[in-house]
């Protein structure tokens, strides 16, 4: 207990755990396995990263965002912290020095797709790591009951397999009876403590408007709640671009954030929403993983995500500090009617996912079924002209393909897609 809080107080600079941190850290660091089941907001990253300092050894963290594992890599090197994530747009070169700086001690964490945990280099490197803690994040997508099933996560069990002294701890925000179950099945969890925090934010309120005109709405609701911390969520880049630009013109203290930004852009769109320069900040989902403000007054979805727990997610960071605040969605009559029709085109039809797949392989020059462990670049639009094919179908049938385990799909901003 005195250690954790050490931990906690030199490298985080907190002087106590938040409710149920103490006990899931306690737990971990005494070599028991773990299920915590924490709210967004709930610090689960500190859950995994306290013991995963305190233990000896490198701390592996499973996680399936690469803008997720970059942020917390970010966040634990700015802290002083050695971590690494090994992602799918880096070369093998880097991917190799990164596993053995891993392998002789020269990190603390190492963030890794489940996807990545399959190939034989990675198998080859983790048999010979002393690890302290092996952490499983967003395991509901482990089981077949989560909404988010990802089908790689299910040979992230090898790894007990290969080291089978070493703890476990699966964290995630959301889990039934049966994702849970599966959970300590599929990791093959001994004897785990689970913990379990409510998932009611009594400081929140969750408003849904219907509205004639949304972008009239997002301006109202900025001016009445001028000064406060708030987030404007969209869906497109375009929408982001035309909210922050509508904020602005009407004087609206407004910056944006989303993936088509270079990095020195978002970080100075960050930098001045932390510091209350602008302190609206208009955003696509990738702006809130592993960001932590507590006063965020209010959250807006000018358009809804495409899940409940999406929504209920990105909503969630309205009000961490646990002092009131504000969620607010606007509906226009046709939204629900879009909503439907853009989850659809997310789940092409089987016959349209092996075209994709042909096509992809004729581009490639290889046979299908072949390049197994190989890393190749695509030009995506070339691909797509080539084919002709619509990239509204083309990008989720490789989406598709690459949950099903066929392939890692890179589309990494700052490099070229690569397969």
């Known amino acids: 207990m005195e250690k954790s809080r050490e931990i906690l107080q030199k490298i985080w600079g907190y002087d106590q755990f938040r409710p149920l941190q103490e ?35 490198i701390c592996i963290v499973v996680s399936p965002l690469i803008a997720l594992m970059e942020d917390q890599v970010r966040q634990l090197v700015k ?165 922050m630009q509508l904020l602005q013109a009407k004087k609206i203290k407004a910056n944006m954030y989303h993936g088509g930004m270079d990095a020195d852009q978002r970080s100075a769109s960050l930098q001045a929403w932390l510091s209350e320069e602008t302190p609206v900040m208009v955003a696509t989902n990738a702006f809130g993983m592993g960001i932590d403000k507590p006063n965020v007054r209010f959250v807006a979805h000018y358009e809804l995500p495409n899940n409940p ?15 009131f605040s504000r969620t607010f969605a606007f ?29 992809l392989c004729n581009y490639l020059k290889i046979a299908i079924g072949s390049g197994d462990s190989e890393t190749y670049a695509v030009d995506f639009n070339e691909f797509t002209k080539r084919f002709n094919l619509s990239p509204a179908v083309a990008y989720p049938a490789l989406k598709l393909l690459e949950m099903n385990g066929d392939l890692v799909f890179s589309e990494d901003a700052f490099h070229s897609s690569r397969v």
Request: with cysteine.
């Open 331 to 359: 509906v226009e009559s046709n939204d629900l009617n879009e909503l439907e029709a853009k989850v659809l085109a997310q789940f092409p039809e089987i016959e349209t996912v092996k075209l994709v797949y042909r096509a």
């Open 309 to 323: 727990e999406a929504y209920f997610q990105e909503a969630g960071r309205a009000g961490r500090d646990g002092q």
């Open 23 to 57: 006990d899931i850290v306690d737990a971990a660091i005494y070599g028991k396995d773990v299920l915590a089941l924490l709210p967004t907001g709930g610090g689960k990253s500190i859950c995994f990263q306290v013991p995963g300092l305190a233990r000896e050894g």
């Open 79 to 243: 802290r002083g912290v050695r971590a690494k994530a090994l992602t799918s747009g880096m070369s093998h070169r880097e991917m190799d020095i990164t596993l053995d700086n891993a392998r002789f001690g020269g990190l603390d964490f190492l963030y890794v797709s489940p996807e990545r945990i399959q190939t034989r280099l990675f198998l080859e490197r983790v048999k010979n790591m002393e690890i302290g803690l092996l952490v499983v994040d967003e395991a509901h997508c482990i089981s077949e009951w989560g909404h988010d099933f990802r089908p790689p996560y299910r040979s992230i069990a090898v790894l007990r397999e290969l080291h089978p002294q070493v703890p476990v701890m699966a964290v995630t925000a959301t889990a039934t009876a049966e994702v849970k179950q599966d959970i300590i099945e599929n990791l093959q969890l001994q004897n785990p403590a689970v913990f379990e925090a409510t998932f009611e934010r009594p400081n929140l309120t969750y408003e849904v408007f219907p509205v004639s005109n949304k972008t009239e709405a997002i301006v109202s609701l900025c001016n009445r709640l001028k000064g406060h911390v708030g987030i404007v969520y969209c869906q497109t880049r375009r929408s982001v671009k035309e909210i």
